[in-house]
């Protein structure tokens, strides 16, 4: 297989991966020892440069790693390394088509979101035969090339109620446009299986870039359902990963609220802030108060804030991850003396004494300090 052939394979695992941002990959590989700068990653995606087997693995496991880390791990055969060296081993005849961009470099309109990709959609098709369900691998089939909502949700509802896997069916779908996610998503929880709705909005939401979030989620508020309704009142919690919302928390969350911020939809950004602070692993939380420039000002604040409102248990959980990890953007003593400044006001004495058994006797005094200071 050429380069370009091969490197038109890798692009499409990175979006099956949910397609992770060059910075992502370029973190990934440098954690395996194996770091790609972000120009040369693109250039192996482009086919521009010519691929080496180290390579191709090392971009193969960082989007293993990738989809991993935001709930929706590749199936094992998409990362099979034995496969994946056969297939830089083994060159084929160049193709003669041009090698397909990376996601973010695809016009938002183009052909591919609104009717799937021929080739990922053939690949989902046998599954469908071998369960003797010829019906929906001939709509299925037949499907290629025309709109996404005209046929997709009948083979994830049948696939739901057959108790098969539908997921790469809603991957295929899960970077159309917002409209076009709306008028699926509307179809798919009307008819199908208690959740599976759900496990298609929360695809979307883990994996679109997050300039196109606030585009679904002012599309969901537009429409006319109650079911679009409910899914944009429930958007932070189906983001984050809350509650029943099972499907993990996507790492770049910085990025989705400055987009929020840019739509001026500035009620859903200070919520989305204010349960990053309260809910959100703390290392999460902390990279992304760090990732946002402006210190203790705007989405950082309203983060920390909250992340010592949400009791003694939350903030030792963040103390604890900032006294033993290194976050980029965050000094610890400042973001530290922050958080213990935001305690509730008559909770200083509760908040210190779990500090205290919990071994962090200076925090636990400071905190004491904290409550009779005279704020300016």
């Not at 998503?185 to 208690?194: F, M, Q, V």
């Not at 359902?225 to 910085?254: C, M, Q």
Request: one cysteine or more; a negative charge; aromatic letters at 4%.
């Amino acid at each position: 297989m050429a380069d370009d052939s091969l490197a038109k394979q890798l692009g499409r695992l990175r979006v099956r991966a949910g397609n992770p941002s060059l910075r992502d990959l370029e973190k990934l590989t440098d954690r395996q020892g194996r770091r790609m700068s972000r120009a040369s990653i693109q250039d192996k995606f482009a086919g521009t440069s010519g691929l080496k087997m180290v390579q191709v693995l090392a971009l193969v496991r960082a989007c293993a790693d990738y989809a991993h880390s935001i709930g929706a791990p590749l199936p094992p055969e998409d990362t099979d390394e034995q496969v994946w060296q056969e297939k830089a081993a083994h060159p084929t005849p160049k193709n003669r088509h041009a090698v397909e961009p990376p996601h973010e470099m695809i016009p938002k309109e183009s052909q591919d979101q609104k009717t799937g990709d021929p080739s990922d959609l053939e690949a989902l098709i046998p599954p469908l035969a071998n369960a003797g369900m010829d019906d929906i691998a001939n709509l299925a089939r037949q499907g290629a090339g025309q709109p996404l909502e005209t046929w997709l949700p009948a083979v994830v509802v049948a696939l739901g109620h057959a108790h098969m896997d539908y997921q790469g069916f809603l991957n295929l779908a899960a970077h159309a446009p917002p409209g076009q996610i709306v008028k699926i998503l509307e179809s798919i929880a009307e008819d199908g299986p208690e959740n599976i709705g759900n496990r298609y909005f929360q695809t979307c939401l883990l994996t679109q870039q997050p300039s196109e979030i606030p585009k679904l989620l002012v599309a969901l508020r537009r429409a006319e359902g109650e079911l679009s309704f409910w899914y944009a009142h429930n958007f932070v919690d189906a983001i984050l990963g809350k509650g029943d919302w099972l499907g993990g928390t996507r790492p770049d969350l910085a990025d989705v609220l400055r987009a929020l911020r840019a739509a001026t939809l500035k009620d859903d950004a200070d919520k989305l802030a204010e349960n990053i602070g309260l809910h959100v692993w703390p290392r999460i939380t902390l990279a992304t108060a760090g990732a946002i420039p402006e210190a203790f000002l705007g989405d950082r604040e309203l983060i920390l804030h909250a992340g010592s409102q949400g009791g003694p248990h939350r903030l030792l959980r963040l103390i604890d991850c900032l006294k033993t990890e290194q976050i980029p953007g965050i000094e610890s003593h400042p973001t530290l003396e922050y958080l213990l400044a935001a305690v509730p006001k008559g909770k200083h004495a509760d908040f210190s004494r779990m500090l205290d058994d919990a071994g962090m006797q200076s925090e636990a005094q400071r905190l004491l300090e904290l409550e009779t200071e005279i704020p300016f």
